[in-house]
């Protein structure tokens, strides 16, 4: 008995059930009831089946299929039940007519992946991609009367991939590490060129100051370049930057442009359709507020701009922006390297124009100077032959530094060359290593050379070897202490080797990748001397490899180093330059040892007394004492004369250490120190003597080859009282050391009769005298005191101390206010790091009351100091009218200085202006 056609449907579902619902007498297949049991049996299997089915039967090629498989046909459903194939899928029928005249024809299925297939299913004309297969359907006789197709849609994932394929080559060739910005865009747009399916058109735009332009586009045959602004002004956009939502997308906005067809009729997808729509997406950039730029990319008429399609446009936007400003950074890094060379060229050319410029003078020097050192008919005296000595000798070091740096700018530029000529290497080498047989005796060491006549003649440049042996020796006695340098020459079948050993300090493994860069010091590594430009082995390893060898250096802490200079035989068999050698062989060797012997001579023990016949006769501070620490032997026998000139007493030492040592022997009346010295410099002397109660108020002037403001302000800080920067004048020096022990004097008046210099450290509290009148403005630097003070507020301030000074509207000034602060306020028990930082801004003050006074009605700076109430006020006040610095005169660090070590008030009036700086004591 034959079951109720509605039952062939059930559990079809959605489908099953408007199957049962259609009136199959309509349609070719004829009523449910006259079906033969083959395709009852093949509609059961469709419908239960979990997988997009379809089944195609009979000559009209009737549809019959499941819910899964309605789902891929989208609006074409219901209506495609029962209906003609061919009618239904009309647009890709040229692509699955083959496939299923195939099947039927032979009996065998067939299976096509990723096959593409237009769909008009969404109201659009769509690109789609399916895995399908084509099964012969035959009838109860077993002829083939229609096709079973199993399908599964694909489009998500090829689209996908093709996607993630230009994302990946973007990143790959547009990396921009090998070309600029506009050349970067324009690869990026050759990528986007080969994915036109998923982008149809692109335009890069950059930012420009306050434009948009136009760097790169694509698309079709570029002829929709035209429709395009080349140049958006942003200011004032127009209306085609906005009709494109170029405006918008730069200020961040993300435009979607929906009327491309309008203005630009360009074909696109898989079937040409019109491009309908653009996305004018922002670049980003490190600024959120302000895009790189704008990419105007256009939307597949083939493809609905669903969320995966938004995602894509923006890791597109996101990728050329990486790109771009990859090639950004790399076009600044070029441009930057570019910039260093050439300012590096700048400054070799300096440095050689100077040295050359350096020689005539330097000519003019020593030529004057050795004349008057030889003239047998006017022999010098003997005060004068040190002074001229002096003079020649450091004249000859500064030709020494000149040709020093004269070599190594034109090593760096280029233009260096080796005159190479046939030498005795050994005997050459020997001879430059006993040149500094006495300074290496004199500083107790042991110098041993060894080196034997070589198997093969040596070509080399003999004035380059010179500084090679030259610089490695001097080196050697610097740092050796102890022991002995050693020199050796051989050779072997490759190479010869020049190796300079010794029982010095040693360098640290950390180092010695340094070593032989230029101005790289070891920092704190003991010395014979700080003295030195920082490029001797810097110039060994250049001449070395100008010479065609090298150089390289093995080392030990506390045991000692090893330099070893090799030259391949190769290089030392050159063809030798004719003409005539350069004259001055030795020189340089003899001026590294003249220079090596200043290090060695150490300053006499003995005080230097001063010249009974020379010197101020009737003077309060004759008899002084005056410790000086500088570590050149020139500069403290200059020192000694010219102080004991004054009728002062001098001890010289020559290192921070030494002072530290004398200074508890025999407390002096100043310390005069250089900056830059072995052991310990002079800041970290001042910094010593400064956090000693029994130091604190001494006298301390630095004097420095360091110029600038930061070297005195680092000075200053520290506690200096004052400092000199070098070459400095003689009077300058004098007159500032007066102006230092007077202070002292006063702030300790029993040291002004000869009462014992420790005793009136110890006791400097209870011997402060109370303030005096206010008198007239002293000539000289030192303050008159001043009691003209206001009433005292009510907080308490001044409880503890109310004192003032007037000094003369002189820069010289400061240094006089420095020493009577810190002798107010040391007394009193300051914290010692309060105590500095008032001291700086109260020198800010001063010096800015000084500077910035414009006709004063007095020409003096008053100073006042409370304290009181756990507070601290210092107040300036100048007498003139407020004027502005030049920039030139601005260093830009005054107002800084004192409000970060303070609460700074200014009150500027007609009759002139004080500034107030105040800080707690706790």
Not at 75 to 82: E, R, S, V, Y
Not at 504 to 514: M, V, Y
Not at 578 to 587: E, I, K, S
Request: aromatic letters at 4%; one cysteine or more; glycine letters at 8%.
């Amino acid at each position: 008995m034959t079951r109720p056609s509605s039952d062939l449907f059930l559990g079809g579902g959605d489908t099953g059930r408007l199957m049962a619902e259609l009136d199959w007498a309509r349609t070719p297949l004829g009523p449910v009831d006259g079906w033969p049991q083959s395709l009852r049996s093949a509609v059961r299997m469709v419908l239960s089946s979990r997988y997009p089915m379809l089944l195609l039967w009979g000559d009209g090629f009737s549809q019959l299929y499941n819910d899964a498989y309605s789902g891929l046909i989208g609006d074409k459903h219901p209506a495609a039940l029962g209906d003609d194939v061919r009618v239904t899928l009309a647009e890709g029928w040229d692509v699955l007519a083959p496939l299923i005249e195939e099947a039927m024809a032979t009996g065998v299925a067939s299976w096509v992946p990723a096959l593409q297939l237009l769909l008009e299913r969404a109201g659009y004309r769509e690109e789609a991609y399916f895995s399908v297969s084509h099964a012969p359907a035959r009838d109860d006789d077993g002829h083939t009367v229609g096709v079973l197709t199993v399908c599964s849609e694909v489009t998500q994932q090829v689209v996908g991939e093709r996607r993630l394929r230009l994302l990946r080559d973007l990143s790959v060739l547009g990396d921009g590490r090998t070309v600029d910005v506009d050349a970067t865009a324009a690869r990026l747009i050759d990528v986007i060129d080969g994915h036109p399916l998923d982008v149809p058109f692109a335009a890069i735009y950059l930012r420009d100051g306050t434009a948009l332009r136009r760097v790169a586009c694509t698309g079709g045959d570029q002829g929709h370049a035209q429709a395009l602004p080349d140049a958006v002004e942003l200011t004032d956009p127009g209306p085609s930057a906005y009709a494109w939502g170029l405006a918008d997308a730069a200020e961040g906005r993300a435009t979607q442009v929906t009327d491309v067809a309008d203005r630009l009729p360009l074909p696109a997808g898989p079937w040409d359709d019109p491009v309908r729509t653009a996305l004018a997406l922002p670049l980003p950039s490190a600024d959120e507020d302000q895009p790189l730029g704008v990419l105007l990319a256009g939307v597949s008429p083939s493809r609905g701009l669903d969320e995966a399609y938004h995602s894509f446009h923006q890791l597109l936007a996101q990728q050329i922006s990486v790109a771009l400003r990859n090639a950004q950074e790399y076009e600044e890094e070029r441009r930057r390297v570019e910039a260093m060379a050439e300012l590096d060229r700048v400054k070799t050319d300096f440095f050689a124009n100077v040295s050359h410029e350096f020689r005539t003078p330097l000519t003019l020097i020593l030529g004057p100077l050795t004349d008057a050192l030889t003239d047998a008919t006017a022999p010098l005296a003997a005060v004068q032959r040190d002074r001229v000595e002096t003079g020649w000798r450091n004249a000859t070091r500064l030709l020494t530094l000149v040709n020093s740096l004269l070599t190594f700018s034109s090593l760096e530029a280029g233009r260096a060359r080796s005159d190479a000529r046939v030498v005795d290497l050994a005997a050459l080498t020997a001879e430059l290593a006993g040149v500094f047989r006495a300074a290496v005796e004199r500083a107790g060491l042991t110098l041993e050379v060894s080196c034997p006549p070589l198997p093969r003649p040596v070509a080399v440049d003999p004035v380059n070897w010179e500084r090679i042996v030259t610089n490695l020796l001097s080196n050697a006695l610097k740092y050796t202490f102890i022991g002995r340098i050693r020199v050796t020459l051989d050779a072997d079948d490759e190479e010869v080797r020049l190796t300079v050993a010794d029982t010095g300090i040693g360098i640290a493994e950390r180092d010695l990748p340094k070593l032989f860069e230029r101005f790289h010091r070891v920092r704190g590594a003991r010395s014979r001397s700080h003295e030195g430009t920082g490029i001797g082995l810097a110039l060994v390893h250049e001449l070395a490899r100008l010479e065609g060898g090298g150089v390289r250096a093995t080392s030990q802490v506390g045991v000692g180093s090893r330099f070893t200079v090799t030259l391949p035989w190769s290089a030392a068999h050159r063809t030798p330059v004719t003409g005539p050698a350069v004259d001055g062989r030795g020189d340089a060797a003899r001026a590294a040892v003249e220079e090596a012997m200043g290090w060695l001579t150490e300053p006499d023990d003995a005080l230097a007394e001063p010249d009974p016949e020379s010197g101020p006769t009737m003077d309060e501070l004759a008899g002084a004492r005056i410790l000086l620490a500088d570590d050149n032997a020139d500069m403290r026998a200059y020192l000694t004369r010219l102080l004991t000139g004054q009728g002062w007493r001098v001890r010289a030492v020559t290192d921070g250490r030494q002072a530290l040592d004398e200074i508890q022997r025999d407390l002096p009346d100043l310390v005069l120190t250089d900056v830059m010295m072995p052991v310990l410099d002079g800041f970290d002397l001042v910094r010593r003597l400064r956090a000693d109660p029994a130091t604190r108020t001494l006298p301390v002037l630095v004097l420095s080859a360091r110029a600038g403001g930061e070297a005195s302000v680092e000075g200053l800080s520290l506690g200096a009282d004052d400092y000199l920067v070098k070459p400095f004048a003689a009077a300058e020096l004098i007159a500032r050391i007066r102006a230092s022990i007077r202070r002292a004097r006063d702030r300790t008046p029993a040291a002004a009769v000869g009462g014992d210099p420790a005793t009136i450290a110890a006791a400097a509290p209870s011997a402060r005298p109370a303030p005096t009148g206010l008198g007239p403005p002293a000539p000289a630097v030192g303050p008159v005191r001043d009691t003209a003070v206001v009433a005292e507020a009510p907080d308490g301030l001044g409880d503890l101390l109310d004192v003032g000074w007037t000094y003369p509207s002189a820069p010289t000034s400061a240094a006089a206010m420095r020493g009577d602060v810190r002798g107010a306020l040391g007394d009193l028990g300051v914290d010692p790091d309060v105590l500095e930082d008032l001291l700086l801004a109260a020198s800010e003050a001063v010096n800015n009351a000084v500077e910035h006074a414009q006709r004063p009605s007095r020409p003096e700076v008053r100073v006042r100091v409370r304290v009181g109430g756990g507070l601290v006020r210092i107040s300036v006040r100048d007498f003139g009218t407020w004027r502005d610095r030049r920039p030139a005169m601005d260093r830009g660090r005054g107002a800084l200085l004192m409000n970060a070590y303070g609460d700074v008030r200014l009150v500027s009036t007609a009759e002139g202006t004080t500034v107030t700086i105040e800080r707690r004591l706790a």
